[in-house]
C-alpha cells in the first residue's frame, strides 16, 4: 500500500514515536524510508551571531539524522536522510513540499500534545501538515 513514507525529525520524544511507527510501516510494507529535519532560518535570522548559530544549528540536525538512521536500521529499515534549509515561511510548508517532491505517499510525524494557550501561541506543525499535506499523515501522539 506504502511504498514511500517521510518522518520529519526534531529530538523530540513523540518524533522518536513516530520514527519506530514509520519503521513498523516501512517493513510491513516495504516502503522506502526518508527521514527530514528542518532547519528554520527565520527564527535564528536576526542574530547578531547568526553564522555561528546556523552553523551549529546545522550541527544539531546533522546529529539528529544520523541518530535516527541508525535507530531505523537497528530496527531493520536502511532510511534516507535529508536536511531541509527553510529561510522562510512554515515548517509544515517545508514537510509538505518535501514530501511531494520526494514522492512520498504518506508522512508519519510525531505531535506534541499542546493545549490550551500554548496550542493557540505556538500552533502545530502537525496541524498545519495535516491541513496542506495531499497525501495521508498518520500521527504518533506523546504520552
Same mark, same amino acid.
Given at each position: 500500500?506504502?511504498?514511500?513514507?517521510?518522518?520529519?525529525?526534531?529530538?523530540?520524544?513523540?518524533?522518536?514515536?513516530?520514527?519506530?511507527?514509520?519503521?513498523?510501516? &516501512?517493513?510491513?510494507?516495504? #516502503? +522506502?524510508? /526518508?527521514?527530514?529535519?528542518?532547519?528554520? *532560518?527565520? $527564527?535564528?535570522?536576526?542574530?547578531? @551571531?547568526?553564522?555561528?548559530?546556523?552553523?551549529?544549528?546545522?550541527?544539531?540536525?546533522?546529529?539528529?539524522?544520523?541518530?535516527?538512521?541508525?535507530?531505523?536500521?537497528?530496527?531493520?529499515?536502511?532510511?534516507?536522510? &535529508?536536511?531541509?534549509?527553510? #529561510? +522562510?515561511? /512554515?515548517?509544515?510548508?517545508?514537510?509538505? *513540499?518535501? $514530501?511531494?517532491?520526494?514522492?512520498? @505517499?504518506?508522512?508519519?510525524?510525531?505531535?506534541?500534545?499542546?493545549?490550551?494557550?500554548?496550542?493557540?501561541?505556538?500552533?502545530?506543525?502537525?496541524?498545519?501538515?495535516?491541513?496542506?499535506?495531499?497525501?495521508?499523515?498518520?500521527?504518533?501522539?506523546?504520552?
Amino acid at each position: 500500500m506504502f511504498k514511500h513514507i517521510l518522518v520529519p525529525v526534531d529530538g523530540s520524544q513523540t518524533a522518536d514515536k513516530a520514527l519506530v511507527l514509520a519503521c513498523d510501516l &516501512a517493513k510491513a510494507h516495504g #516502503a +522506502a524510508l /526518508r527521514i527530514v529535519h528542518v532547519l528554520d *532560518e527565520s $527564527a535564528i535570522g536576526w542574530l547578531p @551571531d547568526y553564522p555561528a548559530v546556523r552553523h551549529a544549528q546545522r550541527e544539531v540536525g546533522e546529529r539528529l539524522l544520523a541518530r535516527a538512521k541508525q535507530d531505523a536500521e537497528i530496527l531493520g529499515v536502511i532510511a534516507q536522510t &535529508a536536511l531541509l534549509e527553510m #529561510a +522562510a515561511g /512554515r515548517l509544515a510548508t517545508a514537510i509538505s *513540499e518535501d $514530501a511531494s517532491r520526494s514522492g512520498a @505517499d504518506l508522512i508519519v510525524m510525531g505531535t506534541h500534545g499542546r493545549r490550551g494557550a500554548d496550542r493557540l501561541l505556538l500552533g502545530s506543525v502537525a496541524d498545519g501538515v495535516v491541513r496542506i499535506a495531499t497525501i495521508p499523515v498518520l500521527l504518533a501522539r506523546g504520552e
